[in-house]
């Protein structure tokens, strides 16, 4: 993405050539005698011989950003076990980097490319699996479930049995439900809880592959700010339930591998922008934004293309990047193919790349005002950054 250092100065895009998730997840794969995903793989040893160990747990810290392990924990565990940066996916947010943490697949492949998103003639979310419009919509959450998920679970295919540990609220979700397969989901209350069951579970003498998703620093960073004290807290908490981990671990030949999905930024609630307060440039769109606060999808009305851009870059230039979804697709930002067949569709004609600071919404009718302290899936390298460590005994 070099050409586009001066046309998106400061941004930073993924790497599916060895330095990303994506590469991360073809690399495990092999090393646990999964398939091969016909990905490129890692460009480092960071995994090399894993599989040989009794046990192997990947911690997926949602929201845990290198500039956040930078900041808020320069000291801590995590810290010191810190191997490497990688790159997240594009967009770099949950519903499509934990996607292919749990397919092995880009993207481009799976398809789940924002919070919101384009699914037939509705706007869905497709991690809470709700309908955002249109307001009357019938659709039920298996129906669209049915519909949507396509690309195959990556754990099933391990050659050892593989458990997921969710929080409760989504362990039995349809998006969960499809993305384990036919592996054991394993509800629980909050961190410590997690952490507890996790160590019980490494003192099983048959080898086996733990997936824990923790996403109580997401939360509390969406609500008080990537660099707030609240945050810090969070993580030196996370980071301690860690340590007693690796204790665990340690009896038990247990390797311990840590990454994130994205990472944030701070979102000032002065550069909030209402797309839908001006009436003339959001009278051109065909249906409501989707994607994301920090990358917004816009399909626009039949032949309004040009006259959309053109107002964007006039009334929105000081908060994002316009670009044609056209280009980012040619540009291979969602990851390498076979695209999924609705994958240009969802992306419409133009994308809003929000310049760092900014964030862009619209409001439907009972929806509330949306507005978070920070945020993230945009292309500042703080969003994209994530931190890979990795533990052995």
């Known amino acids: 993405m070099e050409n586009w250092n001066s046309r998106f100065p400061g941004a930073a895009w993924p790497d599916y050539q060895g330095g990303g998730l994506l590469n991360l997840m073809q690399t495990l794969s092999l090393e646990l005698g999964g398939p091969d995903l016909g990905h490129a793989p890692l460009d480092s040893e960071v995994l090399a011989g894993i599989g040989r160990h009794r046990h192997v747990c990947l911690l997926l810290v949602d929201g845990l950003g290198e500039a956040q392990l930078r900041r808020l924990g320069p000291n801590s565990r995590l810290a010191a076990l810190r191997r490497r940066s990688l790159s997240s996916v ?6 499509a980097a934990v996607t292919t943490v749990l ?21 869905i ?15 039920a959450a298996q129906q669209l479930a049915d519909s949507l998920f396509c690309a195959p679970p990556l754990f099933e295919h391990f050659a050892r049995p593989a458990f997921l540990m969710l929080p409760a609220d989504i362990a039995h979700s349809p ?3 499809h993305h384990a397969g036919s592996c054991l989901r394993l509800p629980y209350r909050d961190s410590a809880d997690a952490f507890a069951q996790l160590s019980a579970r490494l003192s099983s003498p048959a080898p086996a592959f733990h997936y824990l998703y923790l996403r109580q620093l997401d939360a509390q960073m969406h609500a008080t700010g990537p660099d707030s004290p609240q945050a810090q807290q969070a ?33 000032p609630a002065a550069q909030w922008v209402d797309v839908d307060a001006d009436q003339e440039l959001y009278g051109l769109l065909a249906r409501p934004l989707s ?10 009305k039949p032949g309004c293309v040009e006259r959309f851009l053109a107002l964007a870059e006039a009334r929105l230039g000081h908060a994002c990047w316009p670009a044609r979804s056209a280009e980012l697709l040619a540009a291979g930002v969602y990851g390498p193919g076979p695209a999924h ?37 945009g292309v500042h390298p703080d969003e994209m950054a994530v931190p890979l460590m990795a533990w052995r005994p």
Not at 90 to 95: R, S
Not at 103 to 123: A, F, K, R, Y
Not at 235 to 258: F, K, N, P, S, T
Request: include cysteine.
């Open 90 to 95: 594009f967009p770099p947010t949950t519903a």
């Open 103 to 123: 397919t092995g697949q880009p993207p481009s492949v799976h398809g789940l490319i924002g919070w919101h998103q384009l699914h037939g003639e509705e706007i």
């Open 125 to 139: 979310a497709p991690l809470p699996l709700y309908v955002r419009h249109p307001a009357d919509s019938a659709s």
């Open 175 to 177: 998006c969960t439900r």
């Open 235 to 267: 993580l030196a908490e996370l980071d301690d339930e860690l340590g007693r981990l690796l204790e665990e671990a340690r009896q038990c030949d247990a390797a311990v591998v840590a990454i994130a999905d994205h990472g944030f930024t701070a979102a």
């Open 291 to 300: 994607g994301e606060t920090r990358m917004a999808y816009c399909h626009v």
């Open 341 to 377: 067949p609705d994958l240009a569709r969802r992306c419409g004609d133009v994308v809003l790349i929000a310049k760092p600071g900014w964030n862009l919404r619209d409001t439907l009718p009972g929806e509330r005002v949306f507005l978070e302290a920070g945020m993230h899936a």
